[in-house]
Each structure stands twice: as structure tokens, then as C-alpha cells.
């Protein structure tokens, strides 16, 4: 039946007929003709026919009462909207699955009506249909034209400088194409050397076209690992979402992979394509999908029967641009103007650049002579200065109470330890001496005791202060005392002598004369042993005692002369005394009136007043105690006692 | 005329069952093994003939592994048939063999495979019995003892799986 389907439910819906839906009579007429066939003789006039028969309607009944009752249930369904909706819905994937073309054209208009009236009533839900698909697409859009306008801005500023560069403005000026055009067009030197067009399923090589003169590996091994490095970096990177690589570069040969929904084609170029070429490659890959869509989709490894796709295949692999041709031979006029002007110039340049070489060679020379004759000049000042140093380590190795443990260079300072006796010389003395720096120098001296018989002999002088009638002096290992002295200290020199350490210089102290010893102890005594004597009551020296007071006071003044040569002092103490008879105070004046009357008899005698000093002991220190007048006469005196002392 | 046709095959199997070594003197390779640790696959050609066609199997060797869920399940992606290779003197890779065709069958659907007991030359070693292969068998899987050593077994099931991928 060839009636559209609105014509079919137009008749349908066309409104029934009466009940009885059947000419009755004509119907009688037709029963009687037809009894008349089969009984000549019958004569039944159908006029007898009643307008209601039942018999007719039984017939009825039995000749179509079925498609009656089935048009009854067609009927129900076709005017109950619902049933009618769910019936249609049943059949329409079918019916447009085996409608042809004109299907979309009837349904299009309406379509994009509806979808028009949908994008006005809310444009966000078409937005979130299309934006998983429109926003790559955008974003590779956009890379390609930032690559592509790189790639020329990159040329142009290359080119913009040069004779070739200024050529080419003038191209794009007289043919009024842009500059980065014209660049492009000259500067990209490629060809393609392979072409694959390689299923997305299954990885398998669709076709595959090769440029003369172009290797490679067995391109069915090829593809399908290319196909695999796709599927390891989309799994890799998810990021990548569902593209995947779309350039591998591998020295002058680079990868262009074009992704389709069933196919990928894949290009190996050799050199600098221009990013023209992907769009052509782009274009080929919808070309061939739109015209071999169902050989993509149903592809299962075989390939025969795809020469078409070769064909598209081949125009991508004859792609190339070349690079600029030999210019016609001829005499190479240009070349030679050019060439001597660059001779000329070159050797303009050359001279120029010789005589700058020249000049910075001198300068060089005179720095590097300058640099050699500081280098020379400081050499020689740190080898001073080293000598000054080992000179000054000499000088305190040879220094008596110094002793040097150690002395080197240690970052850049002058180091040097050891021991040192305080005695000795102060090295930071003999330092300034030596002329070197002596912030250079860093020492460390350690106290100690030397034995050397110099610092001992310093020592003793130190501690022992000898009078000026002692002289210390060194004798081969010994230290030497001469002179003499007070017993006290010869007593003190003794007990040093004694606790000098073991191993180091002695000291002697033989030579030392005692002063309690000698001539001097002998006049001493004899002086202390005069008295001079006194009557009763009397201050004045009994009659008979002149020659005792001038022997007295020759002795004194011998001693004095003599132990003035040994830087000594005498001391006369001059003691008055008396008897017991009478008042102990009376006593005492008396017998310091005695003690003065015999210092003014000495002085008389030349003895010298400043060397006597008075004492006066009244009774308390008498001679004899016994208390007889003889006794008496014996305490009545004026005593004389002798004391030496240094020279101050 | 002959005529060419293209096949994408898998090989499967657990590490080191030695399915790599089992088609290396069968097939047209132009990558090296290190593709297998870098990539996890190796791509080699394996043309068998049959009659007057001559298909050409692209094989894809995946990197044996013992944790199955690092897999690349992509790289299955329209394989007409696989290889399933386990190790006979190790039961626990054909376990591995059986659950990584469970596996494809279920995100690929039923495909036709051949699944290979390798080391046939250690029989004496062998851990798996001739009853377990029959039991195989019987579950409708075409399998058979290989060896890489001696070759066994290798043409016989490319040359099976063949005919069974193109009829």
C-alpha cells in the first residue's frame, strides 16, 4: 500500500456508516439473480423484500461478523488517544529504521523548530549536551591558531632582518598577503613520507601509502603499536581526556596524528610542515569518513576493496614543499659584486678587528707583565716576611727562659707556643724588633721555671735581697756569693741554697764572711766590753776613766773605718746605769744623765753623734747583784753596745 | 588472488609463564622487549595461511602480570581473538590464565582464544594433570601443551585460532 500514513488514519477515521451498512435491496436483487443461476424457474420478485429483514442481518453475522468484531477493537484503539499513543510507539522504531532520506527531510523542519522553540525556552540544557563536545574542540581550535601564529611570529622575526626577509615584505605588499603568509610559504621545507590511516577500534592498519624513496618498518606493526601509544597515554594522563597524542617529534621527523570518531590517519613528515597541512590532513580524514562511513564502521582487518581511500591517502603523501631552487647559471654577476664587496668588507673588518687584536693583545701582555710583576713583588714580600719570621724564631729559641714548642703558618697567621720563664725576655719585645706584623702573630707562652743559672741567680737576688756587701756572680755551673755579712743573713742564704732545685746551679755562699766573725767581731767585743765607771750620785765618769773614753772612742772609729769598706753602718748604743741606793726615778735620769755625759765625751773624742743612740736603765740592769759596795761601784756605768747594719 | 586480511590477537598471561619467548621464532618483529616494561605492550605479525587467504595476526604481547588490576584492559579494545599462555609447572597461572579470560569475556563478550600450557619440555615438572586439561576441554577450550624450547604446540594454535577468527 503505497497511501502515507496520514492518509491511512484518515480512513480510518472516516465517519461509519448506518448500522444496516448494506444496500438491501440490492442486495435481494443479487440473492434473486443468483437463485435464478441455479433455478431458472424461480420468479422471486425482490420487491417482496422487507427493509428489516433478520435473516439478513444473520447472514451477515456469518458471512463477516469476525472482521467486524476485529474492526470493533481497531476502532476502540483509534479513538482512545492512549491506546493509540502506545500502538504507534510500537511500531515507529520500525517504521523509521526502514523509512529512506525523505523521513529526515520531513521530520528537519520540524526538528529544528523544536529544537529552536527549546533553545529560547532554556539554553542552558543544550549547553550541558554540547559542552563536553564543543569545549575540547575550542581548546584545540585555540592551540592551533596560538601554534600556528607562533610558528609565524618566530619566522618574521627571523626573516624580518635580512635581504630575503625584506624581499618577501615586498611580495606581501605587492600581492597583499600577509607577511607571515609569504614567510611560511618560503621557510617550511617538508615532505610527507608516510600517510596511515589506522582503525580506532581495533588498532588494525586501514591503508597505508608511503612516498617514494621513504623506509620504514612493516607498516601493519607500525600502526597498531601507534595505536597503542594512544591507548598508553589516554590511560596514562587522564587528564588528556579522550584525545590523545596528536604530534610525536623525533629529530627532523615529526608524528601528526588527526583523530576521527572511527579512524585515526596519521602522518610522518619530514622537516617544518606548516600548520596548513593538518587542516588538510583533517580534511581528508572527514572526506574519507563521510564517504566510507559504513566501510570504517564494519572494518574487521580486511582491506581489499579500499583504493579509494589510498587515493585520498596518496594526495596527503605527495605533500611536500621544496626548498629553494638553484638559482639559472649564467655569469654570476651578483655573486661577484657581492663576493668582492664582502671581501672588501671582510677585510675592512678584518684589518680592524687585527688592529683592535693587536692593541688588546699589548693591553693584555702589559696587564699580564703587571699581574706577574705583582705576583713577583708579593712573593718577594711574603719570603721577607717568612725570613723576618724564622729569624724572629730563632732569636727566641736562642733566648735563655724560652723555649719554642712550636711555630709554623696556619691560616695565614704566624703561629708560635711554648714555655716561657717569667724571668725571660718578653717576646712581644723582641716581636717588634723583628719587623713582622704582629697582628699576624699569634703566641701562646706556658709559665715555667728555668734552671738556667742566670734566671736563678735573678731568683735568688729577688728573694734573698743581698746587702751591697755580697756580690752573686756566676762560675761555671755554680752561682757565687762574696762578701760578707750579718749572720742573719747568712742564716736565710743558707736555707734558699738548700731549696734551689736538684740538677740546676748551686749556690755557694763559702766566700761570705761572717761580720760576728773576724776583726770586726773582735774589736766589736772589745768595745762591748768597756765600761766606764761612776761614783755615787755623780753623772760625770769617775776620776781615772779619760784613757778608758779615748781607747773607747779609738775603737769605735776603727770599727766604723772598717766595716764602712764592707757597705756597712755601726751602731753605738750608749746605756747609763746606776746602784740601787736611793729612788728608782731618781735612778733612771741619773743614769741617762751618765749615758749623755759619755756620748758628749765620745763626740768630744771625734766619734760621730749620728751613729750613738742613749738609753738610760737605771738600777733594773745591774752588773753584780749580790748588793755589796763593791757590788755597787761595779753597777754604777755607762755600757757601750755595738750593732752593724747594711748601708742603706 | 590472495588476499590479505588483518587480525588483532592478544596474548595474555600470567609474569613470567614465557609467552614472550613462546612466539619469538614465530613471528615478524620489529620492536624491541623493552617495549613490554615501558609501553606494557609489544606489537609482532604472526601470518598464518589458509587456503588462498593469508591472515596476518597483530599480535599484541601485554606485559605479564600477577596483579591482574594493572591490566591495560584498553589495549583489548577490538581484538578478534587472544592467547591465554600459562605455566605448567606453576597451577597458579592458569588460574590466572582462566580468570583473565573471565575477564575479557566480560568487557569484550565471548571470543574465540587458545589457551597454551607452556614448558611442556618439564613435563616431569609439570603440576597440572591430564585431567585437569581434559576438564578444560570439556569446557569448551581449546588448549594445549607448548613448549618454547621445542616449539611445540605454537603454529598449531595461531593456525586454529586463525580459522576459527576468519569462518
Known sequence: MSTSAAETLEWLFRPAQSDSGIDRKALASLLVELARAVEPKSCAQPAGVSAVDPRLTQLRDLLVGHEIEVLGRLREVIEDPEQLGAAVGRVLPTAVASSDSRLGEVLAPALEKATAASIRNDPRALIDILYPVIVPAIRKSVGDTIDNTFQSLNESLRQSLTWRGLRWRFEAWRTGKAFAEVVLNHTLIYQVEHVFLIHNHTGLLISHVAAEDAASQDPQLVSSMLSAIQDFVRDSFQGAGQQGVDTLRLGDLRLWCEAGPLAMIVAVIRGNPPEELRRTLRDVLSRIHEERRQTLETFDGDSSGLADIEAHLSDCAALKQEGPRARRRGFPWYVFLLAFLLVGIAGGVGLWRWEIAQKMAQEQAQIAMEQARIRAAEAERRAAEQQRWSDYVDQLRAQPGLVVAESGERDGKFVVTGLRDPLAADPAAILRESGVDPARVVSRWQPYQALDAIFVLRRIEASLQPPASVKLSIEGDRIVAVGSATPRWLLRARAAARNLPAGGPALDISQVQNLAEGVVGKLRAQIQARDIRFNTNESLPAPGQDEMLDELAAEINELTALVSNMSMMVRIRVTGHSDDIGPGTYNLSLSLARAGAVVALLKKRGVPADLITIGGAGQLDPLDVRGSDSARTLNRRVSVAVRLEEEQ | ?167
Open chain 2, 1 to 167: 588472488m590472495t588476499v590479505a586480511i588483518q587480525k588483532k590477537i592478544c596474548m595474555l598471561g600470567g609474569f613470567s609463564v614465557g609467552k614472550t619467548s613462546l612466539v619469538k621464532r614465530y613471528v615478524e618483529s620489529v620492536f624491541s622487549e623493552a617495549y613490554l616494561t615501558t609501553v606494557g605492550v609489544k606489537i609482532d605479525k604472526k601470518s598464518v595461511t589458509l587456503g588462498d587467504r593469508v591472515v596476518n595476526l597483530i599480535l599484541w604481547d601485554l606485559a605479564g602480570e600477577d596483579d591482574m588490576s594493572s591490566l591495560r584492559m584498553s589495549y583489548l579494545r577490538g581484538s578478534a581473538g587472544y592467547v591465554l599462555v600459562a605455566d605448567g609447572t606453576r597451577p597458579a597461572t592458569l588460574e590466572m590464565a582462566l580468570s583473565l579470560r573471565r575477564r575479557v569475556e566480560a568487557e569484550h563478550g565471548p571470543l574465540p582464544f587458545a589457551l597454551l600450557i607452556n614448558k611442556n619440555d618439564l613435563r616431569e615438572q609439570w603440576a597440572i594433570s591430564d585431567g585437569d586439561l581434559e576438564e578444560l576441554r570439556r569446557n569448551g577450550c581449546w588448549v594445549r601443551p607448548s613448549s618454547a624450547r621445542t616449539g611445540e604446540g605454537v603454529e598449531d594454535a595461531f593456525t586454529d585460532l586463525a580459522t576459527r577468527i576468519v569462518r
